[in-house]
């Protein structure tokens, strides 16, 4: 294994909370450029290590590598180098679209004329250059979510970590997203994903599935399926999830 | 610092939008003053009296000139029996009633005196025992001064109360130190801990965490815009005491501005706390509530004197961050104290300050494991 081509170096990594064991010898390599399912239940334990690799919480033990950096003792340069987005937040309600804008990318440490320059681009990539100053609470959830994740690879991270990004919109728009999602790993950037959709889960490069803290399956989605003998990744998911 | 400014910006866009908060935080100080200014007040004025004069003589139309000239009283009607007077007292009509006896001005100079009587209506307590101090007051300084006429020579002791610093006794003295205290705890430590806490909420501090901005970033961005807001009310507070209810103004505006200042950090490190405490913005609300404002109205000598507290609440009162800074503002405003005076309080606002940075920072780090 070349360390140059991996972009996410995970070995071992185990997380406790007092006795109980949220992330149990977690290890797995991500690429360069790959999009990355992370699958699981609620409490599966994916939530904890998107934390972990983003440097928001440390590992209990285990070696983690993220970008380069170590996420122990390099958390800011870890940091830098990625974007994220979660469900739950996708940018300030009483911002408007711009400000929003502005606001993330100074944060990441663009310059003026960069988030013009690329603001301009992004807008009219979605074709809504016109929503520029309009404010976010009064956009549609579907839209907020593209934008969020725009927003998150604005300054062009290395790898962009996203939490359940669609949850709670409707199919086209989920198909859109996909191609924003698409459109980035073209570009280089490393997409990690958690999502409980399981159509979701084809359109990754590769796939983790996560049961009870532990990684119970790893691989290309049509190699699971040939695996496990199943015709969709959702059978694939219930037969790993719910042995019985 | 870019990075910095930026949040500023965008935190003080999110106040500035919020038009009906934004309204509340302006329109609440000035309610508050005005309210205890003109409404609230514990001083005497125009009290309702009635007079059942059985003498009707010189001396007893003396008492009652006196009684009214003074200004707290006004004389509502005159009875010429008990019944009619004890019919007006029920009745609310009157709230005190001074009762001659048939001799008063002859008694006068006999050697057991005289007598005079108020009957003062005590349902409402405290109302009716200053009613009776004012006029015990107002006769006695009769009677000085009529005796002093009759035998000069020995002249007995003679107690001289005057009341310093607030000469007049008037409330709204006491209530702008107080309110001040009020309103800036409840801006800075209410509204920080609210947005702090929505932040948290609306999974933005996630976001903001993972982000390259420093946590101490992230919360001075969140609490410099509350300073000036504070900084604000405390002005408007103060002119309008100054300039609408003459609220003296003895001592240096420097001191003044660094003792609030300081009470606004430490009421911002109070705010970044409970923001540590609470998951959410309504508990974050009502810890604000329930641990602050109340305890401030009760407990910090702004309304009830500690000194007339039982003792275990005496003592809670010295961790009640308010008291400290009522009683350095009313050194500096009504007796003019310089530092010399108030070190005593700058030392325990800085330790309170101190000791909730230091809290907020160890929860926000057992937060993050």
Redesign the interface.
Known sequence: MEASSYVINVKDLVKKFGDFTANDRLTFHVKRGEIFGFLGANGAGKTTAIKILCGLSVPTSGFVEVSGYNVKTQSEKVKSSIGYMSQKFSLYDDLTVFENIRLFGTIYGLSSGEIKERSADMLSRLGIEEQRNRLIGTLSLGWKQKLAFSVAVLHRPKIVFLDEPTSGVDPITRRQFWELIYQAADEGITVFVTTHYMDEAEYCNRVTIMVDGRISALDTPSGLKSQMKCDSMNDVFLKLTRPN | M??LW??IR?ES??IL??KRTLAVLFVMPLAQILIFGYVISTEIKDARIGVLDNAGDYSSRQVIDRLVSSGYFMVQDYYSNSRQMENALRRGDIQMAVVFSPDFGSDMERPDGTSVQFIADASDANTARMLVNYAEGIVAGYELQSTEVLNQQNTPLIVEARMFYNPSLRGVLMSVPGIMAMILILVSAMMTSISITREKE???M????????QPWQIILGKVAPYVILSLVNAITILAVGIFVFHVPMSGSYLLLTFVSLLYILLSLSLGIFISTVAPNQMVAMFISLFALMLPTILLSGFIYPIENMPVWLQWFSYIMPPRYYISALKDVMFKGAGLLVVWKEVLVMTGFLVAFLLLSIRNFKVR??
């Open positions: 870019k990075q930026s949040f965008k866009r999110h939008r919020d609306y999974g933005s996630e976001v903001l965490l993972i982000s390259p901005l993050l494991e």
